[in-house]
């Protein structure tokens, strides 16, 4: 019912829903599309929330779907590992080639391999970077979404503590 009158109030498909049963507390958005959209929250969760912190969660992730962050996620993994692909063959290119050449040439191999080792050094840095800030950025947004969505801010506040295990609450 949570589930189905938050999406009312904004004019959204309802996902699927499903439960884990299982006593952690944890809750998920998944899915591409209307036909595959799933909220997904555990027993714990459910068992361990008020009903107006429950329902701040499920804005959370209906928010997550609504701002399309699954599809997000999956165009960032393709392009991290498209990079990461075309520098293991630049790496392995330069690499096994230098093997064959190495009784002609003098370290020069060699300083071509380091140097292919930093760049792909620098660029996993900075793709790691870029994950974190957008997964961190879009978190804050499923997070302000779902507080204007429920208009009840401090049940998603008190949600969070509890599941964080720092619940004074």
Same mark, same amino acid.
């Given at each position: 019912?949570?589930?189905? *009158?938050?999406?009312?109030?904004?004019?959204?498909?309802?996902?699927?829903?499903?439960?884990? %049963?299982?006593?952690?507390? !944890?809750?998920? @958005? $998944?899915?591409?599309?209307?036909?595959?959209?799933?909220?997904?929250?555990?027993? +714990?969760?459910? #068992?361990?929330?008020? #009903? #107006?912190?429950?329902?701040?969660?499920?804005?959370? %992730?209906?928010?997550?779907?609504?701002?399309?962050?699954?599809?997000?996620?999956?165009? $960032?993994?393709?392009?991290? +590992?498209?990079? /990461?692909?075309?520098?293991?063959? =630049?790496?392995?290119?330069?690499?096994?080639? /230098?093997?064959?050449?190495? !009784?002609? #040439?003098?370290? +020069?191999?060699? @300083?071509?391999?380091?140097?292919?080792?930093?760049? @792909? =050094?620098?660029?996993?840095?900075?793709?790691?970077?870029?994950?974190? /800030?957008? $997964?961190?950025?879009? %978190?804050?947004? =499923?997070?302000? +979404? &779902?507080?204007?969505?429920?208009?009840?801010?401090?049940?998603? &506040?008190? &949600?969070? =503590?509890?599941? $964080?295990? *720092? /619940?004074?609450?």
């Amino acid at each position: 019912n949570l589930t189905e *009158n938050l999406c009312m109030s904004i004019g959204m498909t309802m996902p699927m829903l499903r439960i884990i %049963e299982s006593d952690g507390l !944890n809750a998920f @958005a $998944s899915g591409i599309n209307d036909k595959t959209y799933t909220v997904t929250l555990t027993r +714990g969760i459910i #068992d361990t929330l008020e #009903d #107006d912190e429950l329902e701040g969660v499920i804005a959370h %992730e209906l928010m997550h779907i609504r701002n399309h962050d699954v599809k997000l996620l999956i165009v $960032s993994i393709i392009f991290v +590992g498209i990079f /990461s692909f075309i520098m293991q063959i =630049a790496y392995r290119s330069i690499y096994y080639g /230098s093997l064959r050449k190495r !009784n002609n #040439d003098k370290g +020069g191999g060699a @300083a071509l391999v380091i140097i292919v080792l930093v760049l @792909a =050094a620098v660029a996993y840095f900075l793709s790691f970077l870029f994950k974190m /800030s957008l $997964s961190r950025k879009r %978190e804050f947004l =499923a997070d302000a +979404g &779902a507080a204007e969505m429920t208009r009840k801010p401090w049940a998603l &506040a008190n &949600a969070l =503590a509890k599941i $964080s295990g *720092n /619940s004074t609450v």
